[in-house]
Nanobody, 127 residues
């Protein structure tokens, strides 16, 4: 059983920063997976933001993350972070953390067959 829990969402002004946290735990299977951040805005499809492989710490980014987002991992805390800087109104969305297979991590793509998802946190960028 893999548990995934996100935290750190909230309201931030345009140009501001926010750091999301994701704790993934519960199974040694996680050693062979990547931990990714996705987001979904109202009436839009879910899109990949960033992913980090647990096996080698390689980082991968989707188009939505380029320029202001960075993913990182604290192994001792089983925690993956998404640092978001220079936020814009279009970054408003529900952000989800998911543990996914490495080939999907490289593409920052939804893994339909083997994935473990958190419930998501709301990020709202508004003045």
């Amino acid at each position: 059983q893999v548990d995934v829990v996100e935290s750190g969402g909230g309201l931030v002004q345009p140009g501001g920063s926010l750091r999301l946290s994701c704790v993934a735990s519960g199974s040694s299977l996680l050693d062979f997976l990547g931990v990714a951040w996705f987001r979904q805005a109202p009436q839009k499809e879910r899109e990949g933001v960033a992913c980090i492989n647990n096996s080698d710490d390689n980082e991968y980014y989707g188009d939505s993350a380029k320029g202001g987002f960075a993913i990182s991992r604290d192994k001792a805390k089983n925690t993956v972070y998404l640092q978001m800087n220079n936020l814009k109104a279009e970054d408003t969305a529900v952000y989800y953390c998911a543990a996914i297979r490495e080939e999907f991590c490289k593409a920052v793509a939804v893994d339909e067959f083997l994935s473990y998802w958190g419930r998501g946190v709301q990020v709202t960028v508004a003045s």
